[in-house]
């Protein structure tokens, strides 16, 4: 059979994983931090019809003299960087501005004291809570509600996680389940200090604090999470935690804009809570309250590329006809 044929056919295939991505990209065009995805081609394998020689006294060298068999995808890369900044005049809204990934989570929370934090930023394992079934995920998409508990939650119910402040623990109501915070650092009071405890627990934003009314709350570009209270006195109540990963374009995306780390994406590496003494918070961006980041997809480049990719395609299709009409050829030669 012609080469040309098979190549043909893997023209085919490799191009329509490119429409593919380039239909998905199209259609998140809308979708919240969503990361754009383009497809690399590769040559497969060339069968060699003639090995290289070197020269001699009475002739110089040849080349080699190879057909090649057609392309292959070598790989589908995403690109990382930042959308550009919606502003939503929504509380509950998050963008990060620069590096770093909000936590979320599901799962129990064993005995309540979270997931311990080592040196450098990473989970500490050694320490690890038993009980402690927390699956983490990393977003990029901010848009956070509360739940009936007040719990900061995804659209998906996925807790999102943070630092609880020294004096500002936030504990759980045995028989509900509840969070409550009985008592809060008052930021304003002269001479305090605001420090976190290490662990990475479910935030929450609940109805009271230190047994009096929470009338709003605010976030602070470091994350830090302030309420006021019925007495006008401005409480810390907890930290947005943020994560960041030496090869963010390795995550994994387990879709609902989740992503999850993998062998090749490295460690965690979490944002340092305030009051830390090695504190890692100048390679991270600010979080900044009321607006979201939108998807980074070019719609002007995706049209391109959908143009090339359709033309590539119907190219590889004739190839395949043109081989047809050869062995029709081949074929009416015995009449």
């Known amino acids: 059979m012609l080469r040309s044929m098979y190549s043909g056919i893997s023209g085919l295939k490799a191009n329509q994983v490119k429409l ?15 990361k754009t995805q383009r497809v690399r ?7 060699s019809l003639k090995g290289a020689t070197g020269p001699s006294t009475n002739t110089g060298g040849t080349n080699p003299s190879q057909v090649g068999l057609g392309t292959q995808v070598s790989g589908i890369d995403s690109t990382m960087t930042q959308g550009n900044m919606q502003p939503t005049s929504r509380n509950l809204d ?18 309540g004291e979270g997931i311990v934090i080592g040196e450098g930023g990473v989970i500490d394992t050694e320490n690890a809570d038993g009980e402690n079934t927390l699956e983490l995920s990393y ?19 996925y807790r999102v996680m943070g630092y609880s402040l020294e004096g500002s623990e936030i504990e759980y109501d045995d028989e509900t389940g509840k969070p409550v915070i009985d008592e809060a650092v008052n930021v304003n009071e002269p001479g305090v200090t605001i420090e976190t405890t290490g662990n990475l627990v479910p935030l929450a934003i609940p109805d009271e604090v230190a047994g009096l009314r929470v009338k709003s709350f605010s976030v602070d570009k470091n994350g830090l999470i302030k309420v006021v209270l019925s007495d006008n006195s401005v409480r810390g109540i907890g930290q947005l935690a943020t994560a960041s990963f030496k090869n963010p ?40 309250q009321g607006m979201l980041e939108m998807s980074n997809v070019d719609l002007a480049e995706q ?6 990719a359709s033309r590539a395609f119907q190219a590889n299709g004739k190839i395949i006809t043109t081989g047809d009409e050869i062995l029709q050829e081949l074929v009416n030669l015995k009449r």
């Open 41 to 47: 081609f590769q040559d497969m394998l060339s069968q």
């Open 303 to 308: 049209f391109t590329e959908m143009i090339v």
């Open 249 to 288: 374009a390795g995550l994994s995306k387990d879709g609902k804009n989740l992503y999850s780390s993998t062998a090749n994406s490295g460690q965690a590496v979490f944002r340092s809570g305030v009051g830390a003494d090695e504190s890692n918070e100048a390679g991270y961006g600010d979080v900044i």
């Open 139 to 157: 977003t990029r998409d901010g848009a956070f509600t509360l739940d009936e508990f007040g719990q900061l939650v995804t659209s998906d119910g």
């Open 20 to 34: 593919d991505v380039i239909g998905n990209n199209i259609a998140n065009v809308g979708t919240t931090a969503f």
């Open 94 to 111: 998050f963008a990060v501005d620069g590096e770093g990934y909000f936590v979320v989570a599901r799962g129990s929370m064993g005995d």
